[in-house]
């Protein structure tokens, strides 16, 4: 399922303050977060980070406000430089770019939409979706013919003249994503890209990324405080806390076997019947009765499919042929919100 | 309008013939000065400066000299004040001042001599200074004195107009204009014009690069900053000083003195405008690959016009006041009409002078006001 690596982070390292290298030594000598504000007065934003991201996937990092998220997503485009470590883009050293190559790098291969927008407060909204390519050097006829192919795949014909400021929040990050999407960038960096808009029009825009991902399967870097919207949207996600790397992962994975409390708390609220599927909790060596149910199927679906006969185990397939068995206490163990002390996710094995 | 009568000519086509050749003379004028006459003097300052530059060490030891007596003096105060044992307040009521000999020297040989040297020997560097200046500002009163009156009317009202899009500041304006026609101030109004907008060009044409220079780096920020500190504080009658010693008594020194009077807050403004510009956009600008011109002049600068619109403002205003100052070293205008009003006690005539300056003031700030409002529409949310 992994394909190339399109994105790879190591040993990165990001320390805030007058003598980072000086800090660094501490950190690799043991000194938390915490510890290092305390005694060094050096904030650390990212403590020994290691990511592969592989192409077309959509990757989600997650973590409490000020756990670094932003920090990260910052030195893939490098608008931050690290302290130490390396980040590669296909392979290629983001950090031994000069000023011309990096230029490049942001034009053509990353694109980024951000939180607050930013969008350009004086331009209309066909020259905001154009910026880009006018920075690539595309004339502006042909720049403004290919942005308005964007903003109406996002949903904005007819919105061409008016001024971000005329816009309403989620029109405005239409714009924030059709001015991304414009450069054909295959790499989309998110930084809490949803996070300012209300939930019903998050949503909204949940499924127009998800609907323009399926056709145009970028590499898409998102990040997100919210459990919810991880889940729905990655295709793998990684959890920060501190500056480190806590837990990564398939979704289900962290779902039902969180490292540690932090984590545990981050999950302890969502839909577990609606977020886990059969196959994450299946006994792969069982064998069912008379019911079938897919693998990929949602917990509360075969907890409908099975409520008929409650006693008699169900038979998992994937394409249409048996791969396993699930049985109603376990469906239901696993549907039940862990109590917190026995949150240790064990509980499921 | 002025001494040379538009009738003169007879033919409105000489005058309309006039007109070009005017504005290029301008164009040119400040295009040598520009190009030509500031490298020129430039580089005469360069050459002076360099020999200077070899005397240092005797200006610190004259320095430390100075330094010395002056601690000696001090302690000689404290000493006298113990040994003759006049214990009486009376003694230190004043504070040990240096003694007259010290300060003939720290004066004359520090600041006066030098400057009377550098004066006196590039005389002719300064005048090929300021000789486009004079120029502009002669070109541009002829220019505002050959129209007929009708013609200047009309361009000033359709220059209002276009900056306000307001009819009453159009009314305003004629109202203004109206004012300074009846009590005759017209000729002396379109000098002190020229003189403004002479100042204006030039408050601008160097206050906004340096703004941005400023906005590009915070160390020229901390340097530059108290220099305007001291622009805008310094009591403008001590610069009047050395500009009559560089150019005499003559409308250029007015127009200098205005000029280093009224330039700070564009200086100033489009430096905080550009530092204003919210860190997102600027963040976006980067993330897509902008370099520093592209990012100064498609995002920075129209996101601070607004600012540096207060500061151009704020820059004809300061402008304006100092009219009456600057004819002291020789500015014409409305300016010297109030200082020959004050000087005859004419009360009758000094109101009059005065409340023109004011009446521009007035149109010139409602005008520039509405502008810039208009600058931002796309900030307002409309719907
Ligand atoms: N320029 C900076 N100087 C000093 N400290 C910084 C700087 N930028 C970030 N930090 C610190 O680094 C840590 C990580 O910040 P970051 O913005 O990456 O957090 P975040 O996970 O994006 O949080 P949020 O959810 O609030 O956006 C925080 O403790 C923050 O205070
Ligand atoms: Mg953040």
Redesign the pocket.
């Known amino acids: 399922m992994s394909g190339n690596i399109k994105v790879s982070i190591k040993n990165l390292y990001k320390i805030?303050g007058n003598n980072p290298q000086d800090a660094l030594q501490h950190v690799l000598d043991g000194l938390g977060k915490p510890e290092l504000l305390a005694q060094h007065n050096h904030?650390l934003?990212l403590n020994n980070i290691n990511i592969d991201i592989p192409e077309k996937r959509v990757q989600v990092i997650m973590?409490l406000?000020?756990?670094?998220?932003?920090?990260l997503i910052r030195h893939l485009n490098r608008l931050i430089d690290p302290t130490a470590g390396v980040v590669e883009v296909d392979g290629e050293d983001v950090l031994k770019m000069d000023d011309k190559q990096m230029r490049s790098l942001r034009q053509k291969k990353m694109s980024m939409v951000f939180q607050k927008f930013a969008l350009m407060p004086h331009r209309t909204v066909a020259d905001n979706a154009a910026y880009g390519l006018r920075l690539q050097g595309v004339r502006a006829g042909e720049a403004k013919e290919r942005a308005q192919k964007w903003i109406d795949r996002v949903g904005l014909t007819g919105f061409e003249k008016s001024y971000p400021s005329q816009l309403s929040g989620g029109m405005q990050q239409r714009v924030g994503l059709a001015r991304a999407l414009a450069t054909d960038a295959d790499i989309l960096l998110m930084d809490?890209a949803f996070s300012a808009l209300d939930p019903l029009i998050r949503t909204d825009m949940q499924d127009v990324l998800l609907e323009l991902q399926k056709e145009l399967n970028k590499t898409i870097i998102f990040i997100t405080?919210d459990l919810d919207e991880a889940l729905r949207i990655g295709d793998d996600i990684a959890i920060l806390r501190d500056g480190g790397l806590i837990q990564q992962g398939d979704p289900q994975d962290i779902v039902l076997r969180p490292v540690d409390d932090y984590v545990s708390d981050f999950i302890m609220d969502i839909n577990r019947g609606r977020v886990l599927k059969v196959r994450s909790i299946m006994d792969a060596s069982g064998k069912g009765g008379a019911v079938e149910i897919d693998h990929n199927l949602a917990l509360e679906d075969a907890m409908q499919r099975m409520k008929d006969t409650p006693a008699n185990p169900a038979t998992v397939t994937r394409d249409g042929k048996p791969v396993g068995a699930l049985d109603m206490r376990t469906l239901i163990d696993a549907i039940e919100r862990p109590a917190p002390e026995t949150a240790s996710g064990t509980v499921y094995r | 309008m002025g001494d040379l009568k538009f009738e003169e000519f007879g033919d409105i086509w000489i005058f309309l013939l006039t007109v070009p050749g005017l504005l290029f003379n301008m164009v040119l004028g400040l295009g040598k000065f520009i190009f030509i006459s500031l490298p020129l003097t430039l580089w005469a300052f360069a050459q002076w400066l360099i020999p200077t530059l070899w005397d240092i060490p005797v200006i610190l030891f004259k320095t430390a000299r100075i330094l010395f007596n002056s601690g000696y003096g001090l302690l000689k105060g404290v000493y006298n004040f113990f040994v003759t044992f006049d214990w009486s307040w009376n003694a230190l009521n004043d504070f040990p001042s240096l003694p007259s000999h010290i300060k003939a020297l720290l004066n004359l040989g520090g600041i006066n001599q030098p400057f009377d040297y550098f004066a006196g020997s590039y005389g002719t560097a300064v005048k090929e200074f300021i000789l486009p200046l004079r120029r502009s500002m002669n070109d541009l009163r002829d220019f505002i004195d050959f129209m007929p009156w009708p013609v200047f009317f009309a361009l000033v009202l359709l220059l209002v107009f276009w900056v306000s899009r307001k009819v009453g500041v159009v009314l305003l304006a004629l109202g203004a204009l109206f004012f300074i026609g009846i009590f005759g101030l017209m000729d002396l109004a379109s000098q002190t014009f020229s003189l403004m907008i002479l100042s204006i060009v030039l408050c601008v044409a160097f206050g906004i690069p340096l703004g941005i220079f400023m906005s590009a780096s915070d160390a020229v920020d901390r340097a530059v900053k108290p220099v305007l500190d001291i622009m805008q504080t310094m009591p403008s009658f001590v610069y009047l000083i050395p500009v009559l010693i560089l150019f005499g008594v003559s409308p250029v020194a007015g127009l200098i003195a205005v000029v280093i009077y009224a330039m700070p807050p564009v200086v100033r403004l489009t430096n905080l405008g550009i530092r204003l510009v919210p860190f997102e956009v600027v963040e976006a600008s980067h993330a897509f690959g902008a370099t520093y011109f592209q990012r100064l002049f498609g995002t920075l600068i129209p996101l601070a016009l607004p600012n540096v619109f207060a500061g151009i403002n704020q820059t004809i205003m300061m402008a304006l006041a100092m009219v009456v100052i600057a004819a002291l070293v020789g500015a014409p205008g409305l300016g010297a009409e109030v200082l020959s009003a004050q000087g005859t006690v004419n009360l009758a005539l000094g109101l009059q002078s005065g409340f023109a300056v004011a009446l521009i003031a007035i149109v010139i700030d409602r005008s520039f006001h509405l502008y810039g409002e208009r600058m931002q529409q796309h900030r307002k949310v409309g719907h």
Request: glycine share 30%; no cysteine; aromatic share 8%.
């Open positions: 805030f904030v934003g973590g406000s000020g756990s670094g998220k932003s920090t809490e405080h």
